[in-house]
Nanobody, 123 residues
């Protein structure tokens, strides 16, 4: 029904930058909040940044001032600009979207996840 495809991960030296993208496709009626989460080895998945349909944003304290989340509603895409990367930012980053989708003659809501993209900050 709905798929999220992420791109933009990679290996970057400490202090460098990366930009992640996540595009939703399928039987989408509307996309509400969109967010980025990350999971480091041996740790729980945590929220990194969130953006509402009205473009309000929220960030984890650890990334405030370094990361920026934006969205392009026309493209059903959310971005995460990551600057001043640190080794502790190393994790698999997952996109999450609160999607209202059409299914026949009715609508349903579901939180979809992307497949994850590896981000590695080297010291």
């Amino acid at each position: 029904q709905v798929q999220l495809v992420e791109s933009g991960g990679g290996l970057v030296q400490a202090g460098g930058s990366l930009r992640l993208s996540c595009t939703a496709s399928g039987s989408i009626f509307s996309i509400n909040a969109m967010g980025w989460y990350r999971q480091a080895p041996g740790k729980q998945r945590e929220l990194v940044a969130l953006i509402t349909s009205g473009a309000s944003t929220d960030y984890a304290d650890s990334v405030k001032g370094r990361f920026a989340i934006t969205r392009d509603n026309a493209k059903n895409t959310v971005y995460l600009q990551m600057n001043s990367l640190k080794p502790e930012d190393t994790a698999v980053y997952y996109c999450n979207s609160d999607v209202t989708y059409s299914s026949g003659s009715y609508y349903s809501e579901y939180y979809y996840w992307g497949q994850g993209t590896q981000v590695t900050g080297s010291s």
